[in-house]
């Protein structure tokens, strides 16, 4: 058989030439059917016995959705992550049995504690025992394989009968789109999906299927909040998820800077507020002055105001005694208790469940009317002003200053690798996934726009980032963003393979190797573990922490996987001209790069 590059000769042409109506002759095909009702553009799956129709119908049947072809499931599932934090929309993911679905857990579960929308669809079996081949159709099929994902996902089904197959994959669809979003996973048979249709199978209208709504604020809660405002002395607003509705950014700033609230990102998830901007205080000790604070998204908020001894794990709040919580947001929603993801409660004043969006809005609406006539109110607006900003603006020194006395450190130091990829990023509309360097980023870049920073998954689990980065590089494929991965190594090391997925379908991105040749959290615990014993802590560390001996060239490594690989760069002094080589590539050519960069631990 002649092999062709098929992906190549039809990479990636507009989707809306792509799409066309069929008649459905087998039960894969409906499946495709159905999600090109749906709308859904990409699929993504490392490719599986189970669903051999569905991406048989997927490539003969019909050219939509795109099938990405990923090296591993954790990859497929990471892709559909970061196209979905992107492009504000899920696209589907095909999962082959009960081992594919164990490779997909880790990324799943990240997906869940940060709320991310998936459209799952699994394949086991076949169920009719009569058509299962000896040994592998038996050890790869469970009774119903849903219940090992079960507890982190939004919703699941096995779809006993091939004529449910539509309602079941629009129920996902929707239920994984409504507020709070999450994963939905639905499980077909293997058996009926390589069979035809005998009888005509109506495919449920989405545009009829709807979801129920989040409310909003009732106008007594909102009129409580504005009179909280108004009385406070030094208010702050702590933030966390808000910015993936891209509206609530500038309507954030527009209520910081109605009431002079200095507004603290927590998580560096997303971006939620220009952190160039002079009510921007996330960083320094303002939570400390603060006698009201509203948490807005924020399912993390115990860390956000608490301060953590490593050594000891005990962690102490940096609030007031007298400062009043408020929290609005959707997290509590959406509880389940397998997974401790919901964190510790936080005492508070106001809880409320509530589109924060419409809550900023209309809070926005009440501080403006309780202005007029209250001259008391706008003059304290009018003094804090400055101070917010002086603090803003002392910090940005301080670590400006702290920057310049690193900037010849070699291994290269991560205030030299942020500050001198910045200067080569900031020429061109950009993207950010990743690390963000412990706040370096966050010190010397400026994160104006809405979508301009995708983090790491709050759920800590390794080999995320770079699937994530590749999922959001693909929703802003041909749209002319220049998208960056800050790539930790160790992280790297849990799924290397998605480069060859990037270098494949020629998606562009830049990968930047946060190279400190160590799993520094862990190693940094055990020399935490080690001190507090007076025992040899560099040895605690180095056994089991350093990524030495051999150290890992990963400009080679991704050479091999076909992406143009730059460095191992350990002067700071080759580093601008070699960031700058490998931006150009990038954007000239459209295809993916990685750049080596050996840095400090920390």
């Known amino acids: 058989m002649e092999r062709k590059n098929y992906a190549i000769l039809q990479r990636f042409k507009v989707m809306a030439d792509l799409k066309k109506e069929g008649n459905p002759i087998y039960y894969s095909d409906l499946v495709v059917e159905t999600l090109q009702k749906l709308d859904i553009d990409y699929i993504s799956a490392n490719i599986g016995a189970t669903f051999r129709g569905v991406w048989e119908s997927l490539v003969n049947y019909s050219d939509s959705p795109f099938p990405i072809h990923a090296g591993h499931e954790e990859v497929a599932v990471g892709i559909a992550d970061g196209y979905a934090r992107a492009a504000h929309k899920p696209m589907a993911v095909l999962i082959h049995d009960l081992v594919g679905l164990q490779h997909a857990a880790m990324a799943i579960y990240n997906a869940w504690c940060d709320r991310i929308p998936l459209l799952l669809i699994g394949a086991t079996g076949p169920m009719e025992t009569g058509k299962r081949r000896p040994w592998i159709d038996w050890v790869h099929t469970a009774s119903i394989p849903n219940t090992s994902i079960r507890d982190y996902v939004k919703w699941d089904d096995f779809v006993f009968a091939a004529s449910d197959i539509p309602e079941s994959i629009v129920r996902a669809y929707k239920t994984t789109t409504a507020e709070p979003q999450g994963a939905s996973y639905v499980c077909l048979d293997a058996g009926y999906l390589d069979e035809r249709i005998t009888t005509p199978v109506p495919i449920p209208d989405p545009g009829n ?69 002079p009510f921007d205080l996330s960083g320094t000790n303002a939570l400390e002055k603060a006698d009201l604070v509203i948490a807005l998204d924020c399912p993390g908020l115990e860390k956000a105001i608490s301060k953590t001894d490593k050594t000891t794990r005990l962690s102490k709040s940096l609030l007031r005694a007298d400062a009043t919580v408020v929290r609005i947001g959707l997290e509590d929603l959406w509880l389940k208790s397998w997974s401790a993801d919901f964190q510790r409660m936080v005492p508070s004043y106001i809880s409320y469940s509530a589109d924060t969006y419409a809550f900023i809005t209309e809070l926005h609406k009440k501080i403006r009317i309780k202005l007029d006539g209250n001259p008391e109110f706008r003059s304290s607006i009018e003094n804090r002003a400055p101070v917010l900003e002086k603090i803003h603006h002392e910090a940005m020194e301080s670590w400006k200053n702290r920057a310049l006395q690193e900037w010849n450190e070699s291994p290269v130091s991560l205030s030299r690798l942020a500050s001198s990829l910045w200067e080569q990023v900031r020429k061109h509309d950009w993207v950010l996934v990743g ?110 922490g350093d990524i030495l001996e051999p150290a890992i060239d990963y400009s080679k490594m991704a050479e091999s996987y076909g992406v143009k690989g730059f460095g191992p760069i350990e002067n700071p002094q080759d580093l601008d001209k070699i960031l700058e080589q490998a931006v150009e590539y990038v954007t000239r050519e459209n295809k993916p790069a990685l750049v080596d960069v050996v840095c400090q631990l920390r």
């Open 209 to 277: 299927m709807k979801m129920g709504k989040i409310g909003v604020l009732p106008a007594e809660v909102t009129d409580e909040l504005a009179e909280l405002v108004s009385k406070a002395a030094f208010p702050v607003i702590i933030v966390e998820r808000t910015g993936r509705n891209p509206k609530s950014v500038e309507a954030l700033v527009k209520l910081s800077e109605l009431a002079s609230i200095p507004v603290i990102t927590h998580g560096r998830d997303v971006t939620n507020f220009p952190n160039m901007h």
């Open 435 to 544: 690390s963000e360097l412990y706040g370096w980023c966050h010190h010397t870049w400026s994160f104006e726009k809405p979508d301009s920073y995708f983090g790491r998954s709050t759920g800590g689990g390794l080999g995320t980032i770079l699937p994530i980065a590749l999922g959001v590089a693909l929703a802003n494929k041909g749209k002319g963003k220049l998208v960056v991965d800050i790539q930790p190594d160790g992280d790297f090391l849990f799924s290397p393979v998605a480069l060859w997925s990037a270098a494949h379908y020629e998606i562009p991105l830049l990968v930047v190797m946060f190279n400190n040749r160590a799993y520094y959290n862990d190693a940094e615990h055990n020399k935490l573990v080690a001190k507090s014993r007076n025992r040899d802590e560099a040895k605690a560390f180095s056994v089991g």
